[in-house]
Nanobody, 126 residues
Framework: VQLQASGGGSVQAGGSLRLSCVASGSGFSINAMGWYRQAPGKQRESVAEVTSGGIIKYGEITNPAVSVQGRFFISADYTKKSVYLQMNSLKPEDTAVYFC???????????????WGQGTEVTVSS
């Protein structure tokens, strides 16, 4: 299973970007797809995830000043093996490399595997 992310770029504060990620491969089913981000010098943190059952979870970003709740919206189309992240009202603190993540398993198996995309850069200027 491979992931290809796109949609990153540079925007001014208050702007919007939409990230897309598509999984390729065969013989597997998706448990969940989501997005993480890693700012320079910081640990990778969860942004949002959506399960194959449609349950959405937004990550716990510890700094409330840069909470994504109400600004970022995750969606998925698993018929297309794709996940999207609509990012609105972007802040300079959202600057990071955004990584697509997939939790999956082979058909007929229960063991869950996890893969990461290559990352797409998002830069927000003030």
């Amino acid at each position: 299973v491979q992931l290809q992310a796109s949609g990153g770029g540079s925007v001014q504060a208050g702007g919007s970007l939409r990230l897309s990620c598509v999984a390729s491969g065969s013989g597997f089913s998706i448990n969940a797809m989501g997005w993480y981000r890693q700012a320079p010098g910081k640990q990778r943190e969860s942004v949002a995830e959506v399960t194959s059952g449609g349950i959405i979870k937004y990550g716990e970003i510890t700094n409330p000043a840069v909470s994504v709740q109400g600004r970022f919206f995750i969606s998925a189309d698993y018929t297309k093996k794709s996940v999207y992240l609509q990012m609105n009202s972007l802040k300079p603190e959202d600057t990071a490399v955004y990584f697509c993540n997939i939790k999956w398993r082979y058909y007929g198996r229960t063991y869950e595997r996890e893969n990461w995309g290559q990352g797409t850069e998002v830069t927000v200027s003030s």
